[in-house]
């Protein structure tokens, strides 16, 4: 089992431009989360979702959107980058029960530069 | 609404000596998870506290959710270079998980 992968690794964008980060389980699992860790920040939850067809706003989701149309794939969409988002994104998922007492297993993440 | 606080931000230790994070909250928790990550990776779960005074161990780590469930700390006894990373506690905020801002741990060879 692959676990969570996440696409692509790196990437650098200008300001203005668009990009999907895609993340992908292969665990079955119900719940999952896309999150940005910056320096001295922990990691903040940007929107999750907790099933196929579902999706949540979490603490910052202003600036990015996100689709969950197959249970094993959660996609975060940028439509227009600012340097404000440059970050790393890690995608995150859970199986059944409340994500609060599941473990939660991450990819690898993906580091996102916007110039 | 609920406030956690993660300290220290930083530690450095030389290798062999012990090391504890710990975690405070305003508000009473239900649980309480752990996380560890290394440089350059990413978060995995190391442990998840449930109950009022809860001790759990995992080898050389001590995890502690306080009478009150408002505290937790992870202590590591004689550290080694492979404990090197960043330590998250992910205490229950409305039925999701949210992380604190972790301790960072350094050690000295």
């Known amino acids: 089992n692959a676990g969570v992968t996440q696409t692509p690794k790196f990437r650098v964008l200008k300001t203005g431009q668009s990009m999907t980060l895609l993340c992908a389980q292969d665990m079955n699992h119900e719940y999952m989360y896309w999150y940005r860790q910056d320096p001295g920040m922990g990691l903040r939850l940007i929107h999750y979702s907790v099933g196929e067809g579902t999706t949540a706003k979490g603490e910052v989701p202003d600036g990015y959107n996100v689709s969950r149309l197959k249970k094993q794939n959660f996609l975060l969409g940028l439509e227009s980058a600012a340097p404000s988002q440059t970050s790393v994104y890690f995608c995150a998922s859970s199986g059944l029960g409340l994500p609060s007492y599941n473990e939660q297993f991450f990819g690898p993440g993906t580091r996102l530069t916007v110039l | 609404g609920q406030q956690v606080m993660q300290i220290p931000q930083y530690q450095h230790v030389q290798e062999g000596e012990d090391f504890t994070t710990y975690c405070n909250s305003s508000?009473?928790?239900?649980?309480i998870q752990w996380y560890k990550q290394r440089p350059g990776g990413h978060p995995v779960f190391l442990i998840q506290l449930v109950k009022s005074g809860e001790v759990k161990k995992q080898k050389r780590l001590t995890f502690q959710f306080g009478e009150a469930k408002k505290n937790s700390s992870l202590h590591i006894t004689a550290t080694q270079t492979t404990d090197v990373g960043t330590y998250f506690c992910a205490p229950n905020r409305d039925d999701k998980i949210i992380f604190g801002k972790g301790t960072r741990l350094h050690i000295l060879p």
């Open positions: 508000t009473t928790l239900s649980n």
